[in-house]
């Protein structure tokens, strides 16, 4: 049956019988006994069959309903039943859609992206959009912004403060919110698509590293001579032997390693990625790694986190190992808690061992998710040893460290 139009619409006569007229896509136009038009659409959401309504025909035209159909779908694509969300969005405001604010739309907007952020991402977001967007937008409904002009000015003050890479996130963040409202059908475009091109410039780099042998020995040296906490020095200490992600290493548990078998298992929810992309990582622990568990169990073996903060029940913090870092006197130029990893890639691949164990170990993500699982197992063995030889490597270095690399 070719799709409706206008003129067929307006020629449907009521007959005194439920009737439905399809379109496409699984969108249709109900008339009711009594001759009332309504636009309705079929879908499947979890192999169960579901409808959702579009208004009524003429106050939504054809078109819209159309482009409602469209935006359901995309929905649905994401794996969210439009139902379910439609009933969301429209207890978003106390008036209804029409009057959901920025804020309210970028809070539901967050909540939704919770099942597959982290929480400290998530969190991050949050304080972007508090500090930066919403004094500005935040109390403005989101439909009466539609001006990239609007937009620009919170960024140029973003700007002001040298802030560029906020400052291109912060637009970014905007966008998904914009565009999130337009799948609801709250917002009719999303005004930051064409301020791309009006921003600074900035290109990301990569985490300050030491990468240099003679670099790295002095950098291991300082770091025996820390005069800091015991427990930001062991989780300096551990950082540099497993090469693991800051977050990863601040929030390791105690029941996450196995004394028995020499491995440390970070869990999914500490992992970096989307929660269908997070796995488990299987670190394998040096003789060296032991010690420094072994060594700090003293302080934090009773509780939760290896390297516990200062606040009862809470992880180290999130600055923990970088201010020990400033405080050895190294500037975020020259090495962050993240450079570790850069660090251990580096040299490691210098001295020849496997790229692709080496990747493994860095639980950098394969495209294909069957290789990735079937590589993890295969190179657990040879990831032990080559976790064995870089701390072997970094005693070494310190030692050459020691005698001013004379030996070298």
């Given amino acids: 049956m070719p799709p409706l139009t206008e003129v067929k619409l307006r020629a449907i006569k009521p007959t005194g019988k439920i009737e439905r007229f399809s379109d496409s896509g699984g969108l249709y136009l109900e008339v009711s006994k009594a001759g009332g038009k309504h636009w309705r659409w079929k879908y499947r959401f979890e192999k169960k069959e579901k409808r959702l309504s579009f208004g009524p025909w003429p106050e939504t035209t054809l078109k819209e309903a159309r482009e409602r159909r469209d935006a359901a779908r995309k929905l649905l694509r994401t794996g969210v039943d439009p139902g379910t969300r439609s009933k969301q969005v429209r207890a978003i405001g106390p008036a209804g859609e029409a009057s959901a604010t920025f804020e309210e739309v970028a809070t539901e907007f967050i909540r939704n992206q919770r099942n597959v952020w982290a929480e400290s991402h998530a969190k991050r ?32 003050k973003i700007e002001a403060r040298k802030a560029f890479d906020c400052a291109h996130r912060v637009l970014g963040i905007c966008s998904r919110v914009f565009r999130y409202g337009v799948t609801l059908g709250i917002v009719s475009s999303d005004p930051c698509r064409d301020l791309k091109g009006a921003l600074v410039p900035y290109q990301k780099g990569q985490f300050a590293a030491l990468t240099k042998p003679e670099e790295v020995g002095r950098l291991m040296l300082a770091i025996d001579n820390y005069k800091g906490t015991v427990v930001v020095r062991a989780a300096l200490v551990f950082s540099a032997l497993t090469f693991c992600r800051p977050c990863e290493v601040r929030r390791a548990e105690w029941r996450e390693v196995d004394f028995n078998k020499n491995i440390w298992t970070v869990s999914k929810q500490t992992m970096k990625g989307t929660w269908k992309t997070r796995a488990e990582h299987h670190v394998p622990l040096s003789r060296q790694a032991i010690e420094v568990l072994e060594g700090i169990r003293p302080y934090s073996g009773t509780g939760k986190y290896i390297f516990p903060g200062t606040k009862k029940g809470r992880p180290l913090s999130e600055n923990g190992v970088n201010g020990a870092i400033r405080n050895m006197g190294y500037t975020d130029e020259q090495m962050t808690a993240h450079g570790f990893r850069a660090m251990a890639s580096t040299l490691l691949n210098e001295l020849a061992y496997r790229h692709d164990v080496i990747e493994a170990q860095l639980a950098h993500k394969d495209s294909n998710q069957i290789r990735a699982i079937y590589n993890r197992a295969e190179y657990m063995a040879e990831r032990r040893h080559l976790m064995q030889a870089w701390a072997d490597y970094l005693d070494e270095l310190r030692a050459l460290a020691t005698k001013g690399f004379s030996g070298s």
């Fill in 125 to 156: 977001v949050e304080g972007r959009l508090r500090l930066d967007v919403y004094p500005h937008i935040g109390h403005r409904p989101i439909a009466s912004v539609t001006e990239p002009r609007d937009i620009l000015v919170i960024i140029r």
